[in-house]
């Protein structure tokens, strides 16, 4: 079974950076991969996505979050800039097996294999 476990979260400054990282126990290669967040009292809600094809961003995140890969490493990563009070939240790494040959897909039901996620916390 693949497990997927995030790392590099952690208390910033606004408007600060920070870096999370994906570790793939599987063949990174074989998926699409997503982060996602979760704040508290919301539902889940998609962040960025990186295919066979390329990358996929919310609207919230575009041009601020850059999602990149390592398929040699196994790791996804997701570089976040400018960040933001309302970026606070849980963020948690995905994969899709199912069509990693798709460029946008943006819900939860998509991913099939989740990880435990990783609290990234922005103060004003």
């Known amino acids: 079974q693949v497990q997927l476990v995030e790392s590099g979260g952690g208390l910033v400054q606004f408007g600060g950076s920070l870096g999370l990282s994906c570790t793939v126990s599987g063949r990174l290669s074989r998926y699409a991969m997503g982060w996602f967040r979760q704040a508290p009292g919301k539902e889940r809600e998609f962040v960025a996505r990186i295919s066979w094809v390329g990358t996929y961003y919310s609207d919230s995140v575009k041009g601020r979050f850059t999602i990149s890969r390592d398929n040699a490493k196994n790791t996804v990563d997701l570089q976040m800039n400018s960040l933001k009070p309302e970026d606070t939240a849980v963020y948690y790494c995905?994969?899709?097996?199912?069509?990693?040959?798709?460029?946008?897909?943006?819900?939860?039901?998509?991913?099939?294999?989740w990880g435990q996620g990783t609290q990234v916390t922005v103060s004003s």
């Open positions: 995905a994969a899709d097996s199912v069509f990693p040959n798709v460029r946008a897909r943006a819900e939860v039901h998509n991913y099939d294999i």
